[in-house]
């Protein structure tokens, strides 16, 4: 029996993952086309990864140079700016899973966990209206396996009575390296790794 919900947030509670495609690209677009291309894949098939370590993979990985946890912080400001005045929009809210969550938080633990920043998702629950649904709402840059980790010690929780909801390949390993159930969401390639098909 479910009992506890970690709720990814990017393309499973709200329609953002074509916004944040746009503001890596504006971030970066002083920089060669391809190269944004390279970081572009790489973000779409790491969606829960958070954005430190994607800025990271493209100056480390992708253009070979160093760069200092500063500099990264600082690429990350100036992507949570253009995030907040996209994704201030409730008309980005998926019906699907916001429906499930509205009508159903009081009858389970719920908790988000994302690969998003911390504090930008908090301010960007509260403008939505839809920060009260969940217990707590967490981000990078702390790992989306040590955030699950973590609620799962802080509340004495039983993984084989929680369920992850997510739309990444990070989501199901977060998941499963904290013995919870998952559930793909908007990714059909991931339906074959759900293993509770809990929405339905």
């Not at 503001?23 to 829960?48: A, W, Y």
């Not at 409730?90 to 159903?104: A, D, G, R, V, Y």
């Not at 969401?185 to 991931?190: A, P, T």
Request: hydrophobic share 35%.
């Amino acid at each position: 029996m479910i009992k506890v919900i970690f709720w990814d947030f990017d393309g499973v509670i709200l329609n953002s993952n074509e916004v944040r495609d746009k503001g890596f690209e504006t971030v970066l677009r002083d920089f060669p086309k391809d190269e944004v291309d390279q970081l572009l894949s790489f973000h779409r098939k790491n969606g829960g990864l958070s954005r430190y370590v994607k800025f990271r993979y493209f100056f480390e990985e992708i253009k070979g140079e160093e760069i200092s946890e500063e500099e990264i912080n600082d690429w990350a400001a100036k992507f949570s700016v253009i995030m907040l005045n996209s994704l201030k929009n409730k008309s980005l809210l998926i019906w699907e899973t916001n429906n499930f969550i509205q009508k159903n938080y009081r009858n389970y633990q719920t908790h988000i966990v994302s690969g998003s920043d911390q504090t930008e998702l908090r301010e960007l629950c509260k403008s939505l209206e839809i920060d009260h649904f969940f217990k707590s709402i967490h981000g990078s840059p702390t790992p989306k396996n040590d955030l699950v980790k973590m609620l799962i010690d802080k509340h004495n929780y039983n993984p084989t009575n929680g369920i992850l909801i997510g739309d990444s390949i990070n989501d199901f390993e977060a998941a499963k390296v904290n013995d919870l159930h998952f559930q793909a969401f908007g990714n059909k390639e991931l339906d074959i790794l759900t293993t509770l098909n809990f929405l339905e």
